[in-house]
Each structure stands twice: as structure tokens, then as C-alpha cells.
């Protein structure tokens, strides 16, 4: 993996903008991933960087957040990792409805889903040593027969609201 | 990182206009200055967001907790934006059905 | 060291465009350093950062360069490792005068220097196994006296032609 | 990253815009476009570096070899650069006193 780059930055809020720079400077130098799925994976990885760096503040970890980006020819992989005390992904709370007037009561929450709808694949991988969060951004169609309809399933579907 | 909020009036309605990147690092000076807002007895607030270049779940937790708190003192939070990737967000979270989303500053006051 | 960030790039010259962004979107987040000394840390680190990838390729490694960051209140360290076969800092040769028509000749070896005059500090650390080069830029004079002298040295003097 | 390359003639000199980056990456094609100009006779050169938002000591070399290619045929190349950041890689270097540099592109042609 001579072809990854890697940022550790302290746990620490002012680093998520740092994160976002590396991971959106190095997508863009890539031709073939649009403008508007750059800022897509921006969303993504500050809303993971968020998540990572409040794990270590209630784990009390003065750790450093790992970002590792792998670049391959179809696809960049972007993963975050931290060392605080894991969750369950599979058992996050569900939010109301959005007619529900108890919605506006659910201020948090809403990083997971964003990041899910925004990018291509999420593998969250975690324990009760840490978190990765593995996030997939396809930039070519894998299959040629593929050409056409692959890409459009990346970006119409993240734009339809969340049910 | 900056993040600059100007508060103006117009017709009676608080406008703030937020310029720069909303995340965790900001988005605290964004909820003290909603905060202030509502303290000062300000309930009708818009939120100009067309200055915004970047916004991620905690701006929107910021927002919706404004929103919350202009509503207990029946008031009104609602947005300006045309920006599509800021709009994307909203959509995703299904909050363009919690918030009154303006082209302008001036169709959000007179709505 | 958990005020440190670290950046780890393939040896490629494709990445130093990235390091370069990460040091000076750091620098600028301090207000302390003005925008012709975070010019300058840019030049320098882009030397470091060259000639570690060179130094890999002739030392046909496909290890990772390494960047670290460290803040502190009065200065940024900022060093560039790699693990190439090293070199002799104190025998690098000397350029002929400007004046000299054989001048012509050295495209190269202007790096060090340059690196030398434009950065407050500069220690260089090289064996076998491979080179670090760390580089010093003060943020705030360090005794309350040198304020004012101290911070004009610092970039009056780099702005002088070397010898 | 980006490194563009324009080409214009004015008054039989070939003058090189360089916009961008020149580093360790971009150097490569400045250099290729140097030697591609000679190659075509072209021997008396203005190379505009207005457009340039960085340069190091790569990009040095590519415009030491650019001159030398340019004087063994009688030639010659000249600089346009106002810029602060840019002048100061040159002065530090000692390159002020090897090539003559201008403010303006008419400047460098005339002279
Ligand atoms: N990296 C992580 N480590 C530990 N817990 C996490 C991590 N990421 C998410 N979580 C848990 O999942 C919950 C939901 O996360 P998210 O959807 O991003 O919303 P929010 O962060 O606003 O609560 C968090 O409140 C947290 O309990
Ligand atoms: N990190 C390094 N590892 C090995 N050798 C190095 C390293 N940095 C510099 N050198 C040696 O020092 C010489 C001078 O470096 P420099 O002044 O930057 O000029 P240039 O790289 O253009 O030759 C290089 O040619 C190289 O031999």
C-alpha cells in the first residue's frame, strides 16, 4: 500500500478542517471524480473526524485520529480511525419522522446517515478499542458494461432526501 | 478557519449572515451568537447561508436547536440558501421539511 | 507530542504539492506567522520534501516520506524524514561566484541553501538509514526584549542574496 | 495540480507564460517546453512568470538549463516576474545577476 497517504491529527475539532483539506485537495487531483461528489466526501469525512474525535474526548484518549487515504484506479478509499470506546452501528437510535414536532428534539444523530446516503460504501468497523469508519468513493465505472447507469445511482441517490 | 457572523435588522427580523465553514471547530460560535439572539428577545431570526462554503451535521445540529429555541418563544428560524451542496444536506436529513428554505434575504423576511 | 500532525506521502513527486498545502494551511491557521514567512516555510519544505523523494528513488525504497508538524507557542517544527541512503550536509559543493560563466553549469544544489536563508532554524540529521531534515520558523519573539529586532533578522535577512 | 504553458510570439521573441505551480512535479514540462522551443529555433525567449503562484529550486534549474540552451546558440532568455515571493527565491540564489529580469512582457521584448 506505497500508494496511501496517511494524516494523524490530534483529536481535537480545529483538525477536522485539515482532514477535509488533504482528503478534498487529493480527490481533486484526480480527473475523474466530479466537483459536487468532492464535496460529498467532504461531508463524509468531517462527520467521521467529528465522531472520532468525540470518542477520544469521552474515552479521555489524548491519542491522534488516523486518516488514510488508498488511491486505486476505480476508487478512492478514505478510512478514519480512532481509539475511544467503539459503538454498536447497527443499533443507533431512529429518528422520528420529520412531521413529528418531537424531530426537532433529535439535534444529533444525523452524521451517520449523511455519511451512508453521501458516499459510495461505509464498512464501520468497530470494538471496544476503536472505530474505523472505511469509506468508498468510486471515480470510474468498475464493470464497463456498467458505463452510464453506475455512476448515476452515486449521485441521484445521494441527493434524494433521507426516508 | 474562519467563520464570520453579521447580524443586521430588517423590517423587525434579525438576519444573520454566516460566512465560511460550519463544522465542530465553528459551529459553537454559531449557537452562542443564536443564543444571544433569542436572550436579546430577538424570535424572528433568519439565517443568511448563501456565505456558507462548507456545512456538516453539526451546523445543522446548531440550526435545528435555534430553531427549537425561537419556536418556545413562538418565533420563527428560517433559512436563505441556493447553494446545492449546502441544500444536499438539509435534503438528506429531511430538514427542508423542519425549516422554510428562502432564495433571498428578502423573501425569507416578508415570509 | 499530541500537539503533532503527520502527513505520510509515497515518495512521488506528485505529492509534494501536498505536503506543502498541509504545512501552510497549519502555518495559517496561527495568526503569528505572517503571510511571506508561511511563503517562505512553503519554498522550504518543498526542498526537504524534493530531495527526500529523490533520495528514495535512488535508494530504490518504496517506503513513505514522512512530514511532522509540531506546534508550540512560540515556533512550528516542521521535519521531513525519509530513509534513503543519506548524505553529508557539511560537504555539499560550493557554487562558483554568480560572476563566474561556469555558474551556468549548477542547476542543482540550490535547495540546501535556499532552505539555509529562508527558515529560522534548520537541523539536519543524515546517516545511512536515512535524512531528517527540521526546520524551525519562530512564531513570537521567544524574550519580551528581542521584540521588533528579533522578528526583522528573521526576514530581513532572508530576503538578502545569499553569498 | 496545474501548470500551463502559453506560447505567443511579439516581435520574432517567443514568449512563455508559465500559470501554476513549478515543483519537482510541474518542473518536467516547463523544461520539455524550453527545449521544445529551441529545438524549433526559437532562441531568443521571454518567460512571463506573472502567473506563477509558487517556485522552487527545481523550477531554478529548469530556467538555468532554459538560458544556457538559449546562449550556446547566441540567444537568449529573459524573465518577467513582480512578484515578492517569486523575486526572492531568485535574489537569494544569486540569480538576479544571471538573468535580466523585467516588469512587463513589452519590457522583456524590447530589451
Ligand atoms: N467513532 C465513533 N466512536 C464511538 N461512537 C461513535 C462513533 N461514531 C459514532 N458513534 C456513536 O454513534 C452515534 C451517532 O453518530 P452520528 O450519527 O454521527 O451522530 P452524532 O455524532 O451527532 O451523535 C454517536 O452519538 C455516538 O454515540
Ligand atoms: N534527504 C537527502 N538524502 C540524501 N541526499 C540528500 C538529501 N538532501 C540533499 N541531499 C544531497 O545534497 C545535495 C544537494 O541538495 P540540494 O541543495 O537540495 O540540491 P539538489 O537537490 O538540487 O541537488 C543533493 O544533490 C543530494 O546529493
Known sequence: MDQSIELEIPARPEYVALARLVVSSLASTRRDLADDRIDD???AVSEACTNAIEAHRSADSDDSVVVRCAEFDDRLEISIEDRGHGFDPESLPEHPPVTDPDRLNFERGLGIPLIRTLVDEVVIDSSGDGTSVRITMQCTPVDPLDIGGFQDTGSDGSEEPAP | MDLDLDVTEQNGVAVLAVKGEVDVYTAPRLR?????LVTQGK???????EGVEFLDSTGLGVLVGGLKRVRSHNGDLSLVCTQHRILKVFEIT??????SIHDTVDAAVAA
Chains 1, 3 share one sequence.
Open chain 2, 94 to 99: 429531511g430538514l427542508t421539511k423542519v425549516f
Open chain 2, 32 to 36: 452562542e451568537k443564536l443564543v444571544e
Open chain 2, 43 to 49: 424570535h424572528r431570526i433568519v439565517v443568511n447561508l
Open chain 1, 41 to 43: 466526501l467532504k461531508v
